[in-house]
């Protein structure tokens, strides 16, 4: 469901997640595609409440108050291959579990298999189309298309970055001012790769030195001295038109994926909810009441996952939900039987919205 990095991520072990703008500079995903509950039902309709299942350890329970009812997105799942995947469901899927948390809220896309999706700083899941590669109704023209309109995209961003004069200006006299800085000469590098098309070099250099000029800062005598009151404010403009052309380029990036989707929904519809299941399904769900804890209470194999919960430790947690969850301990034998009354409680009126609505937009 989650990459172990992400897993770490999303569980509260690193504090910091990416910056939308990072998910579509660094090469880290193909053909990067974000998707909001808000851009769905602009395109589909408002989607309805679904019941599902979270995966997580004492930690991940612990923080999952902190983000219930917000717009925070979460990696659930709702059909498992067969009831006995149940037992390493709860067993974890990145690294050790031994809770899982029912959620109702509202799932923003649904594939039937794992997507390695993640999140950013604002809560927005990202996903890779590449990996849907052949799950589309027409072959690959969905990818081959936004691949096409990413091509064009990446270029016209490059383009931006090279006729910007007033940064590029206020940049070059800065240069001039630090040669020797590392920051600054990345402006040089950036205009080589523009010109080469190079976006993948582009990419990772703009975010280095973005990261490079928010650290940057001024000595106290230096930043006194009215004689230096030109390269302050040259350093001032570079550094406020590289967050411009971020800002600008990240609102035309979101308004692309939006487009594409409205232009291949019935494409889109299939390849988050249909093809061959694989042990178990991935969603990603937004603005989520917990009603239901259940936890390990002792065997299965696994390193960490031997060790059961006390009821006492997971009641208190549970307390400060605001859904008033069910509380259970259950065996590790019984996680199926678990699951398959599940699956019997949630019905079927619990299906998911796009995939309902699948003949309409086909």
């Known amino acids: 469901m989650l990459s172990f990095e992400n897993f770490l991520i999303e569980e509260g072990f690193y504090d910091e997640k990416p910056q939308p703008y990072e998910n579509w500079l660094l090469p880290g995903y193909i053909l990067p595609f974000p998707a909001s509950r808000p851009m769905i039902e602009r395109i ?5 409440q679904t019941k599902a299942l979270h995966v997580t350890n004492f930690e991940g329970l612990e923080g999952l108050g902190s983000i219930e009812g917000t717009a925070k997105q979460l990696s659930v799942f709702t059909l498992l291959e067969s009831a006995r995947n149940a037992r390493g469901m709860a067993q974890g899927v990145a690294t050790s ?6 959620l109702e809220g509202k799932i923003v896309v649904l594939s039937t298999s794992d997507v390695w999706s993640g999140s950013d700083a604002d809560g927005t899941r990202w996903f890779d189309l590449n990996r849907f590669d052949g799950r589309t109704m027409s072959g690959d023209s969905l990818l081959r298309d936004y691949t096409g309109r990413l091509t064009k995209f990446r270029n016209e961003v490059m383009d931006d970055y090279l006729n910007d004069k007033e940064y590029d200006e206020a940049m070059e006299r800065t240069t001039k001012e630090f040669p020797q800085n590392s920051n600054f000469i990345k402006h040089a590098e950036l205009k080589g790769y523009a010109r080469e098309r190079n976006f993948r070099g582009f990419g990772i250099t703009l975010l280095e030195l973005k990261k490079g000029l928010a650290k940057w800062s001024f000595g106290w005598a230096f930043s006194n001295d009215s004689a230096n009151a030109g390269i302050i404010e040259d350093f001032d403009k570079a550094k406020k038109g590289l967050g411009q ?4 380029s990240t609102k035309k990036f979101y308004d692309l994926a939006e487009d594409t989707f409205k232009d291949w929904k019935g494409e889109f ?6 093809g061959d299941q694989r042990t178990y399904n991935e969603g990603i769900m937004t603005q989520f009441m917990v009603t239901g804890v259940y936890y390990n209470m002792g065997g299965g194999p696994g390193v960490g996952f031997d060790m059961s919960y006390r009821a006492s430790e997971i009641r208190e947690i549970a307390s ?6 069910e509380i259970k301990g259950i065996q590790y034998d019984s996680w199926p039987s678990f699951y398959e009354k599940w699956k019997q409680k949630a019905g079927k009126n619990n299906s998911y919205y796009l995939g309902r609505s699948q003949e309409e937009y086909g």
């Not at 579990?97 to 029912?102: A, H, L, P, R």
């Not at 052309?245 to 600008?248: A, E, G, I, P, Q």
């Not at 519809?269 to 249909?274: D, G, Q």
């Not at 400060?320 to 969850?325: A, I, L, N, Q, S």
């Open 269 to 274: 519809i299939t390849l988050f909810v249909e």
């Open 320 to 325: 400060k939900f605001r859904g008033r969850p």
């Open 44 to 48: 589909v309709g408002e989607l309805e």
């Open 97 to 102: 579990g031994g809770i899982i948390v029912e």
């Open 245 to 248: 052309l971020l800002y600008r």
